[in-house]
């Protein structure tokens, strides 16, 4: 019989010796956080299965309920991430309390920034993750006033999260790239990149619109979509590093949400 350290049998063992059944490896697994389960799907192909097979099992839902606020799992916010093991994800992708404007503050559901009323300040959030390699999309939406500048899009590491005056943050330099929505102008290296989308009587953004963003490390865009529908490409030859979805505000207690949703479906 195949043994663990100290001799007992191990539940994940071959040909010839026993394993638990999957719900009890799923019951056991739903005391565990989310980086004990990440060693745990490494042990074993049985372990893997439990564990990624089903992404609303006990073990996700106890996840994200220990994880998650309740507001996160009760209202809309994540009404496009079905899965359980999805909102885990959404939540270990959203903005970063450590990496973001003094003036701006994530509330309590975790998702989403609100921005204190500070005069002649502009003021940005990144993610807690960034990506570097794969194809990524989230969605972004405005819950309250633009105000004069609004921007979404992408940034490095080393690009600026405030300023002073209200400005086009992201995009003020070679380490971000932003879309205003106020005006619909492109932005990278503090110069406008066009407009977007290209296209005549192009419609203003609508507070509480869902604007998702595709970035494409292996191509190096970045896109837009408006209602499932396709904006197009808004930049080409992103830089191989580590980019972030970031945001950036003028408006005091204005509030921005973004919601991580792992690849995008094509098509």
Same mark, same amino acid.
């Given at each position: 019989?195949?043994?663990?350290?100290?001799?007992?049998? !191990?539940?994940?063992?071959? @040909?010839?010796?026993?394993?638990?059944?999957?719900?009890?490896?799923?019951?056991?697994?739903?005391?565990?956080?989310?980086?004990?389960?990440?060693?745990?799907?490494?042990?074993?192909?049985?372990?893997?299965?439990?564990?990624?097979?089903?992404?609303?099992?006990?073990?996700?839902?106890?996840?994200?309920?220990?994880?998650?606020?309740?507001? @996160?799992?009760?209202?809309?916010?994540?009404?496009?991430?079905?899965?359980?093991?999805?909102?885990?994800?959404?939540?270990?992708? &959203?903005?970063?309390?450590?990496?973001? %404007?003094?003036?701006?503050?994530?509330?309590?559901?975790?998702?989403?920034?609100?921005?204190?009323?500070?005069?002649?300040?502009?003021?940005?959030?990144?993610?807690?993750?960034?990506?570097?390699?794969?194809?990524?999309?989230?969605?972004?939406?405005?819950?309250?006033?633009?105000?004069?500048?609004?921007?979404?899009?992408?940034?490095?590491?080393?690009?600026?999260?405030?300023?002073?005056?209200?400005? &086009?943050?992201?995009?003020?330099?070679?380490? %971000?790239?932003?879309?205003?929505?106020?005006? !619909?102008?492109?932005?990278?290296?503090?110069?406008? !990149?066009?407009?977007?989308?290209?296209?005549?009587?192009?419609?203003?953004?609508?507070?509480?619109?869902?604007?998702?963003?595709?970035?494409?490390?292996?191509?190096?865009?970045?896109?837009?979509?408006?209602?499932?529908?396709?904006?197009?490409?808004?930049?080409?030859?992103?830089?191989?590093?580590?980019?972030?979805? &970031?945001?950036?505000?003028?408006?005091?207690?204005?509030?921005?949400?973004?919601?991580?949703?792992?690849?995008?479906?094509?098509?």
């Amino acid at each position: 019989m195949a043994t663990a350290a100290g001799g007992a049998p !191990n539940a994940g063992a071959g @040909a010839g010796g026993w394993r638990l059944p999957g719900r009890v490896l799923e019951f056991v697994f739903s005391y565990l956080d989310l980086r004990e389960l990440r060693s745990c799907a490494l042990v074993c192909k049985l372990w893997h299965r439990v564990l990624h097979g089903d992404e609303n099992s006990e073990v996700w839902r106890s996840l994200a309920a220990r994880s998650l606020a309740e507001e @996160a799992l009760r209202t809309d916010i994540l009404c496009n991430v079905p899965t359980y093991k999805g909102k885990v994800r959404a939540f270990q992708h &959203a903005f970063s309390t450590n990496d973001c %404007s003094r003036n701006v503050y994530i509330k309590k559901n975790g998702f989403t920034l609100h921005r204190n009323p500070i005069a002649q300040s502009t003021d940005g959030a990144r993610t807690k993750i960034g990506f570097s390699e794969g194809r990524h999309a989230w969605e972004v939406w405005w819950e309250g006033p633009l105000g004069t500048v609004a921007v979404i899009g992408i940034a490095t590491k080393r690009a600026p999260m405030q300023c002073q005056g209200y400005v &086009a943050l992201l995009g003020s330099d070679d380490q %971000s790239w932003g879309w205003n929505l106020v005006d !619909n102008n492109l932005l990278h290296n503090g110069e406008v !990149n066009g407009s977007f989308p290209q296209c005549n009587n192009a419609p203003k953004y609508q507070i509480g619109e869902r604007i998702r963003v595709i970035l494409d490390m292996e191509d190096k865009t970045l896109a837009f979509e408006r209602g499932y529908e396709f904006l197009g490409v808004a930049f080409r030859g992103l830089p191989k590093t580590c980019l972030y979805p &970031a945001v950036s505000a003028v408006y005091g207690n204005t509030e921005v949400t973004l919601v991580y949703l792992g690849k995008p479906l094509d098509g």
